[in-house]
């Protein structure tokens, strides 16, 4: 099973800040299948990108992915107020989905 | 598209319950779907995901043998049908819509449905 890890654990940052998110996986991971999703406190998850760097619908660009192989990275270049969330990184392989545990950007 | 789950509730230990998702906005019956949990403060747990035909269903280790997913294509639902419930089974439960065409990421979610398995 592949296993993703997310850096860091808690991101503080301010807003108009630049937020740089990790997923790293156990083991290559295909580019077509991994995807981000944010999270908000009692919210469900929203997907933001798929296929490691394609933006979602209605998902503005400031959010970007990138990434290839074990390494993937989200990048926020501006942070809004309503960007602070919690941040997964999820992939598919071998008809398992599997997320990381997270990343929290917080209000610094 | 909505998504709107239902069924949840508090269950005791060995206990069964069985999750509803009710869709509507897109063409479910060609529609992967998915479930997805996550436990009080905790990450995001995949569970169970069905093809759109109903014929090609996948489980996560932690559920395999208890839990069953299947779904009505004629009612656009979806259910979880949810067997020796354990303490750690406690969670949000969310149906998601499955886009094989989109690397098979979970586009749309529903608000998520809570089981608390106590006694």
């Known amino acids: 099973e592949i296993v993703l890890t997310q850096s860091p654990g808690t991101l503080s940052l301010s807003p108009g800040e630049r937020a740089t998110l990790s997923c790293r996986a156990s083991?290559?991971?295909?580019?077509?299948?991994l995807a981000w999703y944010q999270q908000k406190p009692g919210q469900a998850p929203r997907l933001l990108i798929y296929g490691a760097s394609t933006r979602a619908t209605g998902i503005p660009d400031r959010f970007s992915g990138s990434g290839s192989g074990t390494d993937f990275t989200l990048t926020i270049s501006r942070l809004e107020p309503e960007d602070f969330a919690v941040y997964y990184c999820?992939?598919?392989?071998?008809?398992?989905?599997?997320f990381g545990r997270g990343t929290k950007v917080e209000v610094k | 598209v909505q998504l709107m789950e239902s069924g949840g509730g508090l269950v005791q230990p060995g206990g069964s319950l069985r999750l509803s998702c009710a869709a509507s906005?897109?063409?479910?019956?060609?529609?992967?779907m998915s479930w997805v949990r996550q436990a009080p403060g905790q990450g995001l747990e995949w569970v169970s995901t069905i093809s759109g035909s109903g014929s090609g269903t996948y489980y996560a280790d932690s559920v395999e043998g208890r839990f069953t997913i299947s779904r009505d294509n004629s009612k656009n639902t979806l259910w979880l049908q949810m067997n020796s419930l354990r303490d750690d089974d406690t969670a949000v439960y969310y149906c998601a819509k499955t886009d094989f065409g989109a690397g098979r990421s979970l586009g749309y979610w529903g608000q998520g449905t809570l089981v608390t398995v106590s006694s």
């Open positions: 999820q992939q598919y392989g071998s008809s398992r989905w599997t």
């Open positions: 906005g897109f063409t479910f019956n060609t529609s992967p």
């Open positions: 083991q290559s991971v295909s580019s077509t299948y």
